[in-house]
């Protein structure tokens, strides 16, 4: 079973509607990566919503900065 990359809870299987109901919404909250080409971990829906409180309380300009920032750290991890 998936382990939450936030706090270790077992991450229960998802039904086929729900991963579509996932995708859906990151596209929405994440504009920046539409195709879900950015690295990712899976959480669970409590650090989700955790996480939304404080995704949804940055500026447009800040959650860009963010993503950059992120991309940035993946670049570098896999150049070793």
């Known amino acids: 079973m998936s382990k939450c990359a936030t706090c270790q809870d077992d ?5 086929f509607w729900e991963s579509i109901r996932n995708i859906a919404e990151y596209r ?14 899976i959480i669970c829906d409590d650090c989700y919503e955790r996480y ?10 800040e959650r860009i ?3 950059k920032q992120a991309k940035e750290d993946f670049e570098n991890e896999k150049r070793g």
Do not use: Q
């Open 11 to 15: 991450l229960p299987k998802m039904t």
């Open 52 to 61: 939304m409180v404080y995704h949804n309380s940055l500026t447009p300009a």
């Open 28 to 41: 929405i909250n994440f504009p920046n990566d539409p195709e879900m080409k950015f690295p990712m971990e």
């Open 65 to 67: 900065e963010l993503d």
